[in-house]
């Protein structure tokens, strides 16, 4: 069984990589944990209680995080998620987030747990582990592997030309963790612009004839008109099952200075390689995506 923390900003891709891991056997949810990032962390801690307790895992703790990125004044958030980050979809009311920092509680349990047993999965802007790596250096090396969905490599941004929304959102925190010499799996455009999801399988979440599925069903719709991808649960499904995924071994950098290009991710690649750009982190590049769906279907599937 695999030991894992999830730092979101549910967000309606967030909220399907929350059910994909509740939904999932082999997966030991230790802790959700939310920032700012599509909408505020109020509503991100609310969510993701929801989603947990919808999925029925009222026991798995949800902790609130930062409440804005480094360096800027306001949370950037988008509405792709609307206004309630659920598509205004009615998912249940909300048990109590539990009291304590995120970024707190990210420290308390990568050092109760023996060194690299906990996978760290990310799919927000990177606020939470960035303050974690400030406040307590070399936590992030104790996880066996941060899975992070964010940046784009060889493929264009989605919020600038320059920038995929989760780096953009807050660049310092990127580049910070993707620094941090850690076990780094990262999951960028231009692997989820290919985990596409189709009319027909949003709509067979309704024919699940569950409560879940029809949660699913109705916040897909949603999200769908707008960003027909499943960027968040691809670190989940990564950790389920890796042969979906081809990657490959690069050098990470994100401009964090204020700019046209802030959140910007460049990767050296190959025999761009070499000592002053060592490889510090494994870029997905390519997913089977009929096999992502049918994944992502059948754990959901199981779930009330
Ligand atoms: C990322 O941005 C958010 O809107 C999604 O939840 C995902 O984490 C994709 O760029
Ligand atoms: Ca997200």
């Not at 455009?189 to 599925?213: H, K, R, Y």
Request: aromatic share 4%.
């Amino acid at each position: 069984m695999k030991q894992i923390i999830i730092d979101c900003d549910p967000g309606i891709d967030d909220a399907l990589a929350l059910l994909l891991a509740a939904g999932s056997p082999s997966l030991r949810i230790l802790a959700v944990t939310t920032v700012a990032g599509n909408r505020p962390v109020a509503t991100t801690a609310v969510n993701g209680r929801k989603i947990m307790d919808l999925a029925g895992r009222r026991e798995v703790p949800v902790y609130a995080g930062a409440a804005r990125p480094l360096g800027y004044a306001e949370a950037r958030c988008n509405l792709v998620h609307g206004e309630d980050g659920l598509g205004g979809v009615d998912v249940g009311d909300a048990a109590l987030v539990q009291e304590g920092h995120a970024a707190n509680r990210l420290i308390e349990l990568l050092l109760s747990h023996p060194p690299h047993s906990i996978e760290l999965v990310a799919t927000a802007p990177l606020t939470n582990l960035a303050l974690a790596e400030s406040l307590s250096p070399g936590i992030l090396r104790r996880a066996r592997r941060l899975l992070v969905m964010g940046g784009a490599l060889r493929f264009p941004g989605n919020i600038t030309p320059a920038a995929e929304f989760n780096f953009y959102a807050d660049p310092v925190a990127a580049e910070m963790v993707l620094a941090a010499g850690a076990n780094t799996v990262l999951f960028p455009l231009d692997v989820t612009s290919s985990a596409i999801m189709t009319p027909a399988w949003i709509e067979s979440f309704n024919q699940l004839g569950s409560v879940c599925g029809r949660a699913a069903a109705g916040m897909l719709q949603a999200y769908a008109e707008l960003d027909p991808l499943l960027h968040d649960a691809c670190p989940v499904a990564y950790l389920l099952d890796e042969t979906l995924f081809t990657g490959e071994p690069c050098h990470l950098e994100v401009d964090w200075r204020p700019g046209v290009t802030a959140g910007h991710t460049l990767a050296w690649f190959g025999e761009q390689i070499d000592d002053a750009h060592a490889a510090n982190a494994l870029a997905m590049t390519a997913v089977r995506n009929d096999a992502l769906l049918e994944l992502v279907r059948s754990a959901i599937g199981s779930l009330p």
